[in-house]
């Protein structure tokens, strides 16, 4: 056993050392390791990408694997004024734009993409955090949605524009062409058959299953195609990518 | 130092070939920061579940909190006070935070779940490729035969007990005997190599929503996303426990000698003890 003297002098000798932590903090902020640190989103994107093939599947659950409570996170109610007149109506004025590179721009009401052929699909939502939470979701396909607005081939990447702020700016966030195209990649309206709830995303959230959790965009108002994230937001892709170095490919 | 009579000349073998030393020394290095960063987002969700699912509302097995005043850890219905430690705890200004591991502990110190994925991310990598390697180098490269291969005398339950008897009682052998492999050392290193390290990346890929697409086997085998979580949380801590063993022989068994062994190679055989 150890006196407890000298356990308290170690213990001592240790707090002292603490200051060398903030060595490796300054190791973890120089843009030299930060670029470094970024390969591992560059090789997870480009593993997956060789490997997974475009079309394979998240896996789709049964009911009876639904989780009891769907947890929401980021906002849970958008602020402002406009959105709460929205939520008041119950989102009938509600409308999508569908802008960018495309040969027809459109603007969907939430009749429109109700009225559209419709994809119900139980998956596991994974929050970056590390929870998970297994609902059922409606909603149309967003290929059938970038289809009808007749995509052009210059787009490379999907711009989700939303009605949520944290701070300042509005949320937003883009995938590729690959998921954007995905048998999964649906707009829903609907989460465990009900209406969805204003803290999952009313009255439309973004599922692009096998990503993580921020990259399913709430409060969608607009789509809009694009040749390069240049110019948007920050550049980086995404509300979080911008603002706290998120990976934009979030497939692990 | 004090004997009279000469002491025999110490006998050098060559002991641990370069890809070993090299796999060594980036694993020290690698599993530090994994563990240290994967510390790091476990601090963004400190809960586990079993299953395919769990969130707050969810039963969590394991659970590192706070309340107004103290930290706990829960595993099951047994609740440890941590306070200080995990949970709550006071930072280097004085300022005190409920984070379940403090900062001091994690990559980087102060919150930050996306760093902490981008260390752990790219490591992941340098683990999954360096382990990769050296697992081809032991198998084909003779090291499993050489140095791993367990004999069929040493399976025999009262070699195996003799071994751990005299590892109990801290009798390391001295002379030839020294530069092998004891069983237990067999085993936790091909424990290690082929079991553990592998059943991490195997875990960790598994909690990728893009590799449950490509592989949902991987679901099934370890029962769902938030099992798999656990499963890697819980080989975390024999990886630590490893290292501390590990830590605690090569202090017992001659650190000078067997950090020399680890850098270069070349280990001085103990002398045979007078009988």
């Known amino acids: ?252 | 130092m004090t004997d009279l009579a000469p002491a025999p000349p110490p006998t050098r073998v060559y002991r641990h070939r370069l890809p070993t030393r090299i796999w060594h020394w980036v694993n020290a290095v690698t599993l530090l920061i994994l563990l240290m960063s994967g510390l790091m987002i476990f601090n963004a969700h400190p809960r586990l579940y079993w299953g395919q699912y769990g969130a707050n509302a969810d039963y969590a097995w394991f659970a590192i909190g706070s309340t107004a005043d103290t930290g706990y850890v829960r595993i099951g219905a047994a609740r440890v006070e941590t306070t200080g430690l995990l949970g709550r705890w006071t930072d280097a200004e004085g300022v005190e935070k409920t984070w379940a591991f403090p900062g001091w502990a994690t990559i980087p110190t102060s919150y930050s779940l996306a760093d902490g994925r981008r260390w752990h991310l790219l490591f992941a990598w340098v683990l999954a490729i360096s382990l990769t390697l050296y697992m081809l180098w032991t198998a084909l490269g003779g090291h499993l035969k050489k140095d791993l291969h367990v004999r069929r005398d040493e399976w025999s339950p009262r070699h195996i007990w003799h071994e751990i008897k005299d590892h109990a009682r801290l009798r390391f052998p001295t002379g030839a005997a020294a530069a092998r492999y004891n069983i237990l050392q067999k085993l936790s290193y091909i424990g290690i190599i082929f079991i553990l390290l592998p059943l991490m990346i195997a875990t960790g890929l598994t909690m990728s929503p893009g590799i449950n697409a490509a592989a949902p086997w991987l679901l099934d085998l370890f029962g769902g996303r938030q099992s798999a979580r656990s499963i890697h949380f819980i080989g975390a801590w024999a990886l630590v426990a490893f290292f501390l063993v590990h830590i605690v022989m090569v202090m017992l068994a001659g650190p000078v000698n067997e950090l020399r062994s680890m850098v270069t190679g070349w280990f001085r055989l103990p002398a045979e003890k007078a009988k």
């Open chain 1, 1 to 252: 056993m150890m006196p407890r003297r000298e356990l308290i002098v170690r213990a001592g000798g240790l707090a002292a050392a603490l200051p060398l932590l903030g060595a490796c903090d300054a190791i973890n902020d120089a843009p030299a390791v930060r670029r470094i640190l970024s390969m591992g989103e560059e090789m997870n994107r480009a593993s997956q990408r060789a490997l997974i093939d475009r079309e394979a599947l998240a896996r789709e659950f049964t009911r009876a694997d639904l989780s009891p409570v769907f947890r929401s996170n980021g906002t849970r109610l958008p602020p402002g004024a406009a959105y709460a007149a929205h939520a008041a109506g119950g989102f009938a004025d509600w409308r999508v734009a569908v802008t960018g590179l495309v040969t027809r721009p459109l603007s969907l009401s939430m009749a429109d993409i109700r009225a559209m052929p419709q994809r119900t699909q139980i998956t596991r939502h994974d929050c970056v955090e590390g929870w998970s939470a297994i609902g059922e979701w409606t909603g149309p396909q967003l290929r059938r949605i970038l289809a009808a607005a007749g995509v052009k081939d210059r787009a490379r990447y999907i711009v989700f524009r939303c009605a949520d702020r944290l701070g300042e700016t509005l949320y937003y966030e883009s995938c590729d062409m690959i998921d954007a195209l995905h048998p999964q990649t649906i707009l829903a309206w609907a989460l465990n058959r009900e209406v969805l709830p204003i803290a999952n995303g009313a009255p439309l959230r973004l599922r692009l299953e096998r990503q993580l959790g921020y990259k399913h965009a709430k409060y969608v108002t607009a789509i809009e195609a694009v040749a390069s994230l240049d110019g948007i937001g920050a550049g980086k892709g995404g509300y979080w990518e911008d603002r706290i170095d998120y990976e934009w490919y979030a497939g692990i």
